[in-house]
């Protein structure tokens, strides 16, 4: 190569380069990895070409300085090198927030107590760069798995989280902490966690939140040209009711986690309280399989164990020592359980205790775990039967209050749903007359218009989950679940039963443990891309590799 009037600064950076593409030519080549200290590798460089040679003579110092353009190091032997693969591991980084330097130790530490590592033999010990390739390739197997997923639907949910981002201030950039909200989204069915967003960035998703004039639904809808099936978590249409008779019996918060009334401020004080003989309430909570049992979070188990307590008159010393949760208005569950704890703590309890116990005894316990045992979107209706059934027991003042807010959050009593929940009924009259309907609805359709999804008038004297709504009144169309569905496939589901569709759930549980993540990961990393990474290899860690108390338990 004729240097001619290239400096000698480019000419340092130009051998480094060639050193590097000849170390690349050579990778893996197991005759070089194997030979001696003594034989170098020596280059001619010519203005034209580039001839490699391999001398097996030592050559002097001076000699190397003066015809060598640069000299390679002989790497390790082949059968040295640690192949062993850590998949599991990587994700397991993740899952507990491990740096790549401290699993590396903690793995190396597991191979030397078992024997597979000695000073004599060091070649299954993992270093820290070795762990960062795992978790790098772990997350990208992640990701194109999830680009190959047939997309049915999304579920989405979000709040403001404190991240950590990067802010360019002159030349530099500086970490610094800002409020941002962020969107989780997730394909159902099988909760599929698609990444998330910030509104921000996208304008449409600034209104998401106004569901009844549309929001990003009516943005989406536009966008694809076609109706949508809505399915608002039914969860959170049980808990609002909750929350509103809890405010108008013990006054308004004071702060993110306070309270201004009596009970909201004894909530925060349950620790230095004991457990004494108590009143039993009335009150029936479904039987729940050991399949839904396992997949109910802490607080959920709390909740179904000292329901149980309350039925029954005895509190055990073991759930009495229990924490039921911190207090949280984003968060009715954890107040429910601190009632619970205050009740059977309380000689004389007051009348709004009692009224606030009984309601969760009797609506919404109940009303949670049948949730949680029927998740299907065909059951939504029934829910929101169920729960404006069991809460007639109310006085009038009381029932005005918990009514208003069940109407504005039954979602699932809208036409497109209940329709859904009608033809999938065990009763054949009741699938006759929603193929009727449906049929009809497809028979008046002009095309896609968009629409307005409001929440309609309901009948709080009904005696069945169809007649929760004055159907003469309500512009029926058809389910868009139900687009390619044939007439002849509705008149066979009518009469047998038969037809099967994609299931999607009636709540947003997944989606919520998707935003707690995101909020978690959001304060240690800036960027995207590895918040979204942090977030599916936890997932998948947590599906191959759960929790286990003993080796008995343990499955992968």
């Known amino acids: 190569m004729a240097i001619g009037g290239i400096d000698e600064q480019e000419t340092v950076r130009l051998r480094k380069r060639q050193a590097r593409q000849f170390e690349r030519s050579i990778k893996g080549v197991k005759k070089f990895c194997s030979t001696q200290g003594s034989n170098i590798v020596s280059t001619a460089l010519d203005e034209d070409e580039t001839h490699i040679n391999f001398s097996k003579t030592n050559l002097a110092t001076e000699t190397l300085l003066t015809n060598l353009s640069f000299t390679i190091t002989p790497t ?138 549309g929001g990003v639904i009516k943005y989406l809808e536009e966008y694809l040209d076609r109706a949508l099936q809505w399915c608002v978590c039914m969860l959170h249409a049980n808990e609002l009711p909750f929350c509103h008779l809890f405010l108008a019996l013990d006054g308004c918060t004071s702060g993110p986690r306070e309270y201004s009334g009596p009970i909201g401020k004894q909530l925060a004080t349950y620790k230095n309280k004991t457990t004494l003989l108590f009143q039993p309430l009335t009150g029936h909570l479904p039987d729940l399989t050991k399949n839904v049992v396992n997949e109910l979070s802490t607080d959920q188990k709390y909740l179904y164990k000292i329901c149980q307590t309350v039925l029954t008159g005895s509190c055990s010393s ?17 107040c429910a359980n601190r009632l619970f704890r205050l009740y059977v703590s309380t000689p004389d309890p007051s009348e709004s205790l009692q009224i606030l116990v009984k309601y969760v005894v009797k609506v919404y316990a109940p009303i949670w775990f049948s949730i949680k045992q029927k998740t299907s979107f065909k059951d939504g209706a029934k829910h929101i039967f169920n729960l404006i059934l069991i809460s007639r027991y109310l006085p009038t003042n009381l029932r005005t ?156």
């Open 318 to 334: 073991e759930l009495a020592n229990r924490q039921p949760g911190n207090l949280s208005h984003s968060r009715w569950l954890t």
């Open 401 to 556: 209050i918990v009514d208003s807010v069940i109407e504005r959050n039954a979602f699932y009593a809208h036409p497109v749903n209940l329709l859904v929940s009608m033809l999938f009924d065990d009763r054949d009259y009741i699938r006759e007359l929603a193929c009727r309907r449906i049929i009809k609805a497809r028979n008046t359709d002009n095309g896609f218009k968009q629409r307005i999804f409001k929440t309609p008038k309901l009948n709080f004297s009904a005696k069945d989950y169809t007649e929760i709504i004055s159907w003469q009144e309500c512009q029926v169309t058809l389910p868009p679940v139900l687009r390619d569905v044939t007439n002849d496939e509705l008149k066979k589901m009518a009469k047998d039963g038969s037809l099967k569709i994609v299931d999607f759930p009636c709540h947003t549980q997944s989606v919520k443990r998707c935003v707690k993540l995101v909020t978690e990961v959001s304060q240690s990393v800036t960027n995207v891309n590895s918040r979204d990474g942090f977030v599916r290899t936890t997932l998948q860690s947590r599906a191959e590799f759960p929790i286990f108390g003993h080796k008995n338990k343990f499955k992968f």
């Open 76 to 213: 390790t032997s082949f059968a040295n090198r640690n192949l062993l693969q850590l998949p599991t591991l990587a994700k397991v980084c993740d899952r507990y927030r491990l740096s790549t330097r401290s699993a590396a130790a903690v793995a190396s530490a597991v191979l030397v107590d078992v024997g597979l590592v000695s000073n004599e033999d060091s070649t299954l010990v993992i270093y820290k760069n070795k762990v960062h390739r795992a978790v790098s390739k772990a997350k990208k197997n992640i990701f194109q798995n999830i680009c190959e997923v047939s997309l049915n639907s999304i579920y989405f949910d979000g709040r403001k989280d404190k991240t950590l981002v990067n802010k360019k201030i002159g030349v530099r950039y500086h970490r610094k902490v800002v409020l941002e909200e962020h969107i989780s989204i997730l394909s159902e069915p099988n909760s599929i966690f698609l990444g998330h967003t910030s509104p921000c960035l996208v304008n449409p998703f600034s209104s998401w939140h106004k569901i009844s004039k």
